[in-house]
């Protein structure tokens, strides 16, 4: 459930702001939403394969990805370029990291898949380079391999 205040947060003013994120595909156990740093109207969500976009301040959602998972672990984060609003990429929980350059087009969007070479470790976050939206960084965790330690990609 998403939930939003335009009245600073005040006790009582959160309403539900979810119209549009399908019931039946639900969401991650820690779903993750992030605001386009250019256009704060522009809203990513993850339900638990896909990417949902709200271009009106989470009025209504829709979803914009296909399945961006290796089909077994949901997304773990969500990134928007700074230099370019129609740059997101996506990291899951079970190593795939996907990216599209038309973000904006909603629906039509187009997803590719850029996780070639990695070691199908989660993606716990994702940054995008301010300067350039080809490029990101993306911390892999490595406790499948080794409990407590973190290794990190450039991508």
């Not at 993750?32 to 990513?44: A, E, V």
Request: hydrophobic share 40%; charged share 10%; proline share 6%.
């Amino acid at each position: 459930m998403i939930l939003k205040s335009s009245t600073g947060g005040a006790p009582g003013t959160f309403l539900e702001a979810d119209h549009g994120i399908s019931a039946t595909e639900g969401v991650p156990f820690a779903p993750f939403i992030t605001i386009d740093p250019t256009h704060s109207q522009n809203l990513y969500f993850t339900g638990n394969k896909r990417i949902y976009q709200s271009t009106d301040g989470a009025s209504l959602w829709k979803a914009i990805s296909p399945d961006v998972t290796a089909g077994f672990m949901g997304p773990c984060a969500i990134a928007v370029a700074p230099s370019d609003s129609n740059t997101v990429y996506s990291g899951s929980c079970d190593g795939v990291i996907k990216v599209t350059h038309n973000a904006l087009a909603g629906t039509a969007s187009v997803w590719r898949d850029i996780s070639a070479g990695l070691p199908g470790n989660a993606v716990t976050h994702i940054t995008v380079d301010p300067g350039s939206a080809k490029k990101a960084y993306a911390p892999l965790s490595r406790a499948n391999q080794l409990a407590g330690t973190l290794g990190s990609t450039a991508i």
